[in-house]
């Protein structure tokens, strides 16, 4: 297929699939808005706090359970998504944050299975940990002894999740380097400084950052087609 042949193909498969994409992304969207709209404080804990956080994520897995119901990139995206939805409503309770650290670990343990180690491009993991490496010390530096593995152990499978997002490329890789932002602003807004408008920066790049790795099934999804 030469480049006139596939672009054309591509045109006419994004032209066919966008009035699905976008119905089907109307929910992530509409909790999207209802989330920041209710903005529920976050000194009220509850499982209605929990449900209207959690229904973007729940929104996100839907779409790619029926847009690209098909694939092992697929699966293992909306099993992702399935834990961050975990992950979201523990952290609703300070007590369960551990437990919510554990279950995002996992998601990106799912994204790095997903992104795939092809091409490996080891000079941009060098890069990310010389880049990462000081601010993960410095956020070290301020957490009390027993939470410094644990929060080392999150740090390090984040910076191998951007490593794979962005060796894969495409809307991957700017939904990895977004969740990789959203997480660094929350790590130094919950362990070494209170920012301004911190809960807004974090919650704005992480839908973002779901959606557009999200949007990456497409793009696998295609690529099989043609």
Known sequence: MDAGK?????????????????????????????????????????????????LPILGLAGFLWVVCPGGGYSWLLQGALLCSA?????????????????????????????????????????????????????????LEPDMGLPVAAYGLILMAMLWRGLARGGSAGWGALLFTLSDGMLAWDTFVQPLPHARLVVMTTYYAAQLLITLSALRSQMAKTD
């Open 6 to 54: 596939a672009g054309q193909s591509l045109k006419t498969h994004c032209s066919a699939q966008r009035p699905d994409v976008c119905r089907w992304l109307s929910p992530f969207i509409l909790s999207c808005c209802v989330y920041f709209c209710l903005w529920i404080s976050e000194d009220q804990p509850s499982w209605v706090a929990a449900l209207v956080k959690c």
């Open 86 to 142: 975990v992950g979201d409503a523990c952290l609703i309770w300070p007590g369960a944050f551990l437990l919510g650290m554990a279950t995002f670990a996992t998601t990106h343990l799912l994204y790095i299975w997903a992104f795939g180690f092809s091409p490996l491009q080891p000079g941009l993991l060098l890069l990310i940990i010389l880049a990462s490496g000081p601010y993960l010390s410095l956020v070290l530096q301020h």
